[in-house]
Every structure is written in C-alpha cells, then in structure tokens.
C-alpha cells in the first residue's frame, strides 16, 4: 500500500517545523494518541497471547486471525506512534532513518492486514463449500506455511518495489516531512496489488459466503418444518442473523478505513491535496488495527474468555492451554 501518492517531488511544502505552544489542547491531544497505541498493541497482543496458549484454539482459521493480529499489532509499535506525532505537530520531527523505517514498515504491514483478511474470506468460503475436504485438507501446519509464505511474499515485493522506485530517492525528507512518491508504473502495479487484488478477494467470497450461508439455513428450515421442530427453526434463523451481522460489520469496518486512503492516494495524482486531509485518511487506515481488537471483544464470546484468563493471570496455573475457552 502506498504510504504518499501525492505528485510533491519536485518542492517541498515546508521548509522548517512551526514551533508550537504546549496547551492543554495539545496534551490532551498526545494522550488520545498514546491511549490510540496502547489500545491496538495491547489489545493484538491479548489476541495472539490467547490464540498461542490455548490449545483449543489451534484451528487453521486461527492462524490466520494470528497472521492478522501480529501485523495489526506491528502497526501499533512502529508505525503509528511517528504517524500520529507527525498529524498532531504537522512536521515530521524524527530523523531520516525514522523515516526510511516508517514508510516501509506501513507498506508491509497494512498490505499483511489485508491480505490476511482476504485469506480468511477465503478460508471461510471452502471451509462452507466443501467441509468434508477442507477438515481433511487443511490443517493447522499447512495453514502456518500459507501464512509464512504470505508475509516473505509480500516482504519480498516491497524490497522489490522500494528497490526498483529508487526509494533514496524518491523519498521526500525534507524539513517536516516524511513520504514516499511512486513513479506512475509503480504506483499502478501497488494500487492492483495492494488494494483493488486482495478488496476485490474480500468483497467476491464474502458475497459467495453469504449465498451458501443462505442456502445451508434455507435447507435446515426446511428440514426442521417438516419434522415440526420449530425450535430448531428458530435458533437457525437466530444464528444465520447473527452470523451475518458479525460478517457484515467486520467486512464493511475494514473496507470502510482502506477506501477513503486508496481514493485520496488516486486523486493525489491528479489534483493537489493537502498534507493535513491526507495525514488524517492516513491515520483512518491505522486506525483499523485498532478497532480490530474491540470488534473481536464485542462479538466473539471465546476472545472475552481468553481476555479474563489473561488478565486474571490464569494461564499461569499448571496445564491452563487445556482450558475450554468455547
């Protein structure tokens, strides 16, 4: 993902950092921003603490929520600290190598979130269409080497990327700022690669999930008329809702945080932006690994579970990985 697709090469927007004035505004405003980091790294952290331990949740959909927790988390300790300092002061206050670091760890870790996601989508998919295949098929060793992969891939591309970009320089560091323009070729090549693949990934078999999620509680309904169980029929219907829901908020929070980023990125190339609009679409698509945490404590009873062993220090008690946490 493009960390700056603004056309701002050829000047510099400012050539020294504006002194600021220490407020309570200003205070206020740094603490949001340290509560904003302690919330996406603490809160991935209890999720990859609870997915590692307990052994319950060693399923192969896991890995892949693990894959998405680790670079949600990432986000968290390296990047956004230095994003959002360089919002609150409108200049970039740390130095080249601070720099050069941020920009390429934002790439890699925000295009590992949604691939991460992308992969779930389809995880979900063949695990709804064909059960019986997918339980013998995929298992928890093969689902770490298809994450594995998935981030020395995508580490790769980006050495690749900064490497053939000229990422010296292409990269703006003058006084105040901090940011990375793509030439038009590779600023092409990351847009498919990085947004429109793995969101078209996304969209595509959560759609399909949704059909044959349809047709299996269609197909129950049916059965359970005909056999008078109208209990049944209830808790089917209760559970399709729910688990719609659940889809749908998640899906569209993510998709809601990439989008506004991509189009800003897209019109930086044909009219000029403002760095202050763009640094806040920016922090929006930070922001997701923060909300990561809280959607998975409002709507997964098992994460709940996991979070009071954690905090309860329960999962230092002998044999605590056995716990039921389902």
Same mark, same amino acid.
């Given at each position: 993902?493009?960390?700056?697709?603004?056309?701002?090469?050829?000047?510099?927007?400012?050539?020294?950092?504006?002194?600021?004035? #220490? %407020?309570?505004?200003?205070?206020?405003?740094?603490?949001?921003?340290? $509560?904003?980091?302690?919330?996406?790294?603490?809160?991935?952290?209890?999720?990859?603490?609870? =997915?590692?331990?307990?052994?319950?949740?060693?399923?192969?959909?896991?890995?892949?929520?693990?894959?998405?927790?680790?670079?949600?988390?990432?986000?968290?300790?390296?990047?956004?600290?230095?994003?959002?300092?360089?919002?609150? /002061?409108?200049?970039?206050?740390?130095?080249?190598?601070?720099?050069?670091?941020? =920009?390429?760890? %934002?790439?890699?870790?925000?295009?590992?979130?949604?691939?991460?996601? @992308?992969?779930?989508?389809?995880?979900?998919?063949? $695990?709804?269409?064909?059960?019986?295949?997918?339980?013998?098929?995929?298992?928890?060793?093969?689902?770490? +080497?298809?994450?594995?992969?998935?981030?020395?891939?995508?580490?790769?591309?980006?050495?690749?990327?900064?490497?053939?970009?000229?990422?010296?320089?292409?990269? &703006?560091?003058?006084?105040?700022?901090?940011?990375?323009?793509?030439? /038009?070729?590779?600023?092409?090549?990351?847009?498919?690669?990085?947004?429109?693949?793995?969101? %078209?990934?996304?969209?595509?078999?959560?759609?399909?999930?949704?059909?044959?999620?349809?047709?299996? $509680?269609?197909?129950?309904?049916?059965?359970?008329?005909?056999?008078?169980?109208?209990?049944?029929?209830?808790?089917?219907?209760?559970?399709?809702?729910?688990?719609?829901?659940?889809?749908?908020?998640?899906?569209?929070?993510?998709?809601?945080?990439?989008?506004?980023?991509?189009?800003?990125?897209?019109?930086?190339?044909?009219?000029? +932006? /403002?760095?202050?609009?763009?640094?806040? &679409?920016?922090?929006?698509?930070?922001?997701?690994?923060?909300?990561?945490? #809280?959607?998975? @404590?409002?709507?997964?009873?098992?994460?709940?579970?996991?979070?009071?062993?954690?905090?309860?220090?329960?999962?230092?008690?002998?044999?605590?990985?056995?716990?039921?946490?389902?």
């Amino acid at each position: 993902m493009s960390v700056m697709g603004l056309n701002q090469t050829d000047q510099c927007l400012r050539f020294s950092c504006p002194e600021r004035s #220490v %407020s309570t505004l200003y205070v206020l405003t740094y603490v949001c921003a340290a $509560a904003v980091v302690l919330l996406t790294v603490c809160g991935n952290l209890l999720i990859i603490i609870s =997915v590692c331990h307990f052994k319950q949740l060693h399923t192969p959909t896991n890995m892949l929520i693990l894959s998405l927790a680790v670079s949600d988390c990432l986000v968290g300790a390296l990047v956004m600290p230095m994003t959002l300092s360089w919002m609150i /002061e409108t200049c970039w206050v740390f130095s080249a190598a601070q720099c050069l670091c941020n =920009v390429f760890f %934002s790439y890699l870790f925000t295009t590992t979130s949604a691939y991460s996601v @992308a992969l779930i989508a389809v995880d979900r998919y063949f $695990a709804l269409s064909n059960p019986f295949l997918y339980t013998k098929a995929v298992t928890v060793n093969t689902m770490c +080497i298809v994450v594995l992969c998935n981030w020395f891939l995508l580490l790769l591309y980006y050495l690749v990327l900064q490497y053939f970009n000229g990422y010296f320089t292409n990269l &703006v560091m003058c006084p105040g700022d901090c940011f990375l323009v793509l030439d /038009e070729v590779w600023f092409l090549v990351d847009l498919l690669l990085g947004f429109v693949f793995p969101c %078209s990934v996304i969209i595509i078999f959560y759609v399909m999930v949704f059909v044959i999620a349809r047709k299996h $509680a269609t197909a129950i309904r049916n059965l359970n008329m005909q056999t008078r169980t109208s209990k049944s029929t209830a808790d089917s219907m209760k559970s399709e809702k729910k688990a719609a829901k659940v889809l749908a908020i998640l899906v569209s929070v993510f998709l809601g945080c990439l989008f506004p980023y991509f189009i800003y990125t897209v019109l930086g190339y044909v009219i000029e +932006i /403002e760095m202050g609009t763009f640094q806040k &679409v920016l922090v929006l698509l930070y922001l997701n690994s923060a909300v990561n945490p #809280v959607l998975y @404590a409002l709507f997964y009873p098992w994460f709940r579970k996991c979070v009071k062993l954690i905090l309860t220090l329960q999962i230092f008690s002998t044999d605590s990985s056995l716990m039921s946490v389902l």
